[in-house]
């Protein structure tokens, strides 16, 4: 089962991790997840944005900014959930399309 877990930053800021907590990287890689109303929401284009839920709160993932964290950054943040399996696949294969478009297309 795929769970991608939830973060927030000392700032409140929230990140969905996309690589594996098992693995040993030196870094960590994140997505930024915005809050329903949030100003980047409304720069943003609505299809390069993910909406996922985060128990009875609408987040929207740009799952084109990528962002690493070195390994000491990483565990200052603190976890807040995990997301729901069917949420978590979504954002990921958004993630997907774009590379693998990008190699095939």
Do not use: C, W
């Not at 609505?46 to 962002?67: A, N």
């Amino acid at each position: 089962m795929t769970h991608l877990r939830l973060f927030e930053d000392l700032r409140t800021r929230l990140f969905v991790e996309v690589s594996s907590p098992q693995a040993t990287l030196s870094r960590t890689i994140f997505l930024p997840a915005f809050r329903a109303g949030a100003p980047e929401i409304a720069n943003a284009k609505h299809s390069e944005l993910v909406k996922i839920s985060f128990g009875e709160e609408s987040l929207f993932v740009p799952y084109l900014v990528i962002i690493s964290r070195n390994e000491s950054v990483r565990n200052g943040y603190r976890m807040v959930g995990l997301l729901e399996e069917t949420d978590s696949i979504n954002v990921l294969n958004h993630i997907y399309d774009i590379l693998a478009y990008s190699a095939f297309g």
